[in-house]
Nanobody, 124 residues
């Protein structure tokens, strides 16, 4: 089993920045890809960013490309999401996810493990 715990969410003004973290524990390996998803009230959970097992391959949704940056530190079993130039429409609960395959995908059904989520609220 793998346990994922997100942190770093909060309230920020539009144009500001936040950095989310996701600490992984349990049977984690560097061959596992990880991703960030988000879910706004009344909307479906959507893909934000994905990162391969080594961190060498990164994928972003069009809505965050150029503003968000994903990274991981496998020595510390931690995933990060640096969010800059935040907009009101980025307001959502952000979830960390992991799958036992090297490359990330944008389909939430492909992921085996999920965190409990962290709230990000951007005021306009």
């Amino acid at each position: 089993q793998v346990r994922l715990v997100e942190s770093g969410g909060g309230l920020v003004q539009a144009g500001g920045s936040l950095r989310l973290s996701c600490a992984a524990s349990g049977r984690t390996t560097s061959s596992m890809s990880m991703a960030w998803f988000r879910q706004a009230p009344g909307k479906e959970r959507e893909f934000v960013a994905g990162i391969s097992g080594s961190g060498g391959a990164l994928y972003y949704s069009d809505s965050v490309k150029g503003r968000f940056t994903g990274s991981r530190d496998n020595a510390k079993n931690t995933l990060f999401l640096q969010m800059d130039s935040l907009k009101a429409e980025d307001t959502a609960v952000y979830y960390c996810a992991a799958r036992r395959f090297y490359y990330a995908t944008d389909d939430l059904l492909d992921y085996d493990y999920w965190g409990q989520g962290t709230q990000v609220t951007v005021s306009s």
